[in-house]
Each structure stands twice: as C-alpha cells, then as structure tokens.
C-alpha cells in the first residue's frame, strides 16, 4: 500500500506542478503583452455566448461552476439526493445533452447503467465528453462485488428515490436552464417511473472496470480533475483560457487547506478506532488518505442497489461486534433499512453521511467543500 501511496504522490505532485506551471506561464505571458487599449477594446466587444456544461453529478457542476465563473452555464443531470449510479434521463436531458459544449462525468462505470444510453440517444459527440476520474491516478477495487445489479429495486419512493428524507426531494416547479441549480423538478420526470427496460443499451449484470469510481472523498485527486476542467474550457475558450486556469488555481489552494483541516480533525481520533462500516463500497479513497480502514459494508458492492444476503449481514453484525465499531455510515442517496436493522442488533449508531449528490440548499453540504467538511465532522464526532 506504502507503494501505491508514494506513486500516487508522484503522479499528483508531477502532474499538479507540470499544470500549474504551465497556467503560470501563461497567465504572465497574458499580463505583460497585453495592451491597455486593447484590453479596453475586447471589454467593448459584445460578450460570447456562455459555454454551456452539463454534468452526470451536482459535485461535479459546482467545480465546473468555480471553475467557469460566469463565462459558463451549468447544468447537472443528478438532482440533490440522487443516486449517481441509478438515474433515469428525461427527453429534456437527452436535448441538454445534445446541445452541451461539454459534458462532464465522474467515469470509472459510476454512471455506466443510464450515461451510454442518454450518450447514445444524445448522439453526443464524444470528443466533448469528459470522464475525469480515468486522468486522477484510481485506486483498484478494494475488494467488494464487482457486478452491479440493475434490475427492478422494491425500495423506492415515488419520487424515483429512496426515502432519505429532505434530501429525496424535487422542486415542484421545473428546473430553469440557467445551471444556479443543478435539480430536476418532478415534472421533469413524471413520464419515467419505474422504467426497466434499457434497450440494446441497458446494462443488466453490469460489471465494472478495475477501478473505484468514488475518488471525490480524496480532495487531492479533486483538485487534479479541477485542473483538468480548466484545460478543457481553456481549449473551447482560449480568449479567456487566463480566467478557467486563475480559478482553477485558487480552488486548488482551498483543496489544499481542506485536506490540511482533515488531516488536523481526524488526528483526534485514535488509530486503533479509525474503523468504517459504510452503505457501500464509496469510502476507501478517504480510509487510504488519511489512515482509515474499512471494516465492513452494509451492501457488499460499489453499487447501491444490490440486496445482500441474510449470511453478510449477520457476518457483518459479528465484525461489527468484535471491534467494537460505534458506528454505521450511511448515505442519504442510499435506503437505510439495512442500517438500521444492523444497528438494533449491535448498539451501533447510524450516522448519514452526503455521498453520491450535495446537500440541499441550507443544509451545510450544498458545495463540495461543505459536503466533505460536514462528512468529516461527523465522521471524527462518531467515532472519537
């Protein structure tokens, strides 16, 4: 593992320095040879129209927006409380899609059930789509099921979610496509109930790649797909390529001192209890970075929606039992009925973590950054 960590760190700290390099030279080169009447004739021109990004996930459209500003117009496929690896796209985000100048995913399989489908359908090209966790150095699979189960699921809410609260919930009104907020409306998607029938296109049984699609818990491997962002709108938007690479750099340095306050928050928990009973398989990115092992999963897979058999869960109970672990992370993208049986039977508690989508508005983990700093808390107060 010391191995892996090191060529991580080399490949991140090379590949990180070669970029930021590069954005410096380039920001300086735009700094001294511009003219100021020149300037002053490009603020005269009329403004371009913005580029127009949608994402699979609401996580990746706020890097997208801090990273754009306001020359780009974002909308994200996810709405708040949904599930990345089980959605179902409306006509309308089939046209977004069509007409996007970039399309950003996560990749690694997260989204492979519904992406290739509305990527089809879509007739997108692919030069403009983008799967950012193939260029952040994964990590393989720690081990979990590697096969996704795909087919009807009994645990949803009408709503096309699992009942996880506020968090489940759509706006009433349809979704505005001015990309402020990246939620679906239920109007949006009252033609798509409980569909199972995928096409030529449907991925039943569907098995993953070799890598871990959830690299968004590594702030790390955040801030390379953030530069990787940046290069993409610097090349469909040169004239402005200064701004994307200005932003991108700053958000950077707020990864930096996130990571910094995780590394200082989990030091109050002691090594011998830093011990994790997830949802899912979505943690090990966090457990690898910052000293962390996982100990069990409620579902035994990187898919939420596999049920698991009656010999895990009792298996899982006496893990739980024999190290003592106080507590069970869940998901609010993911049912905690399963939890939540576990934990009668063990004392343990169930802690609700933001996994697949952000926060709704309010809630403390509407941006990524809120996200992770209140994963973290709750993380380090449940287990400490």
């Not at 699992?162 to 489940?168: H, S, T, V």
């Amino acid at each position: 593992m010391l191995d892996r960590k090191n060529r991580y760190g080399r490949f991140a700290l090379t590949f990180a320095v070669g970029l930021v390099a590069f954005a410096l030279a380039f920001l300086s080169a735009c700094a001294t040879d511009q003219d100021p009447q020149e300037s002053a004739k490009e603020a005269a021109k009329p403004s371009a129209p913005l580029i127009q990004i949608v994402t699979t996930t609401n996580f990746v459209a706020d890097w997208a927006r801090v990273v754009g500003g306001n020359r780009v117009e974002v909308f994200s496929l996810l709405p708040v409380g949904g599930d990345p690896h089980h959605f179902q796209p409306t006509p309308r985000d089939i046209a977004r899609v069509a007409d996007a100048d970039l399309v950003l995913a996560v990749g690694l399989y997260l989204e492979a059930a519904w992406l290739e489908e509305l990527l089809h359908n879509a007739s997108a090209d692919e030069s403009k789509i983008v799967a950012l966790g193939e260029g952040v150095n994964p990590i393989e699979f720690s081990g979990a099921d590697m096969h996704d189960d795909h087919g009807d699921e009994d645990d949803h809410s009408e709503d096309g979610h699992d009942d996880n609260g506020e968090e489940g919930e759509h706006s009433d009104d349809d979704h505005e496509d001015n990309g402020d907020e990246g939620e679906h409306s239920n109007d949006d998607h009252e033609d798509h109930g409980d569909e199972d029938d995928h096409g030529d296109h449907g991925h039943e049984g569907h098995v993953h790649g070799a890598f871990d699609p959830h690299f968004w818990f590594d702030p790390l491997r955040v801030k390379i797909a953030v530069y990787d962002i940046a290069a993409r709108l610097a090349a469909i938007d040169p004239d402005n390529a200064d701004v994307y690479f200005r932003n991108a750099l700053a958000y950077g340095e707020e990864l930096d001192e996130l990571h910094a306050w995780i590394q200082d928050q989990v030091s109050a928990v002691e090594p011998e209890r830093r011990l994790l009973v997830t949802s899912h398989d979505s943690l090990s990115y966090f457990a690898e970075l910052y000293g962390f092992e996982v100990v069990g999963l409620v579902i035994p897979s990187l898919s939420t929606h596999v049920e698991p058999s009656a010999e895990h869960i009792a298996e899982l109970v006496e893990v739980i039992r024999e190290h003592d672990v106080p507590a069970l992370f869940g998901e609010t993208t993911v049912s905690d009925r399963l939890a939540q049986a576990v934990a009668r039977e063990t004392g343990a508690e169930v802690v609700q973590l933001y996994s697949g989508s952000l926060g709704p508005e309010g809630s403390g983990a509407d941006t990524y950054l809120g996200m992770v700093r209140t994963n973290v808390t709750r993380i380090v107060e449940a287990l400490k």
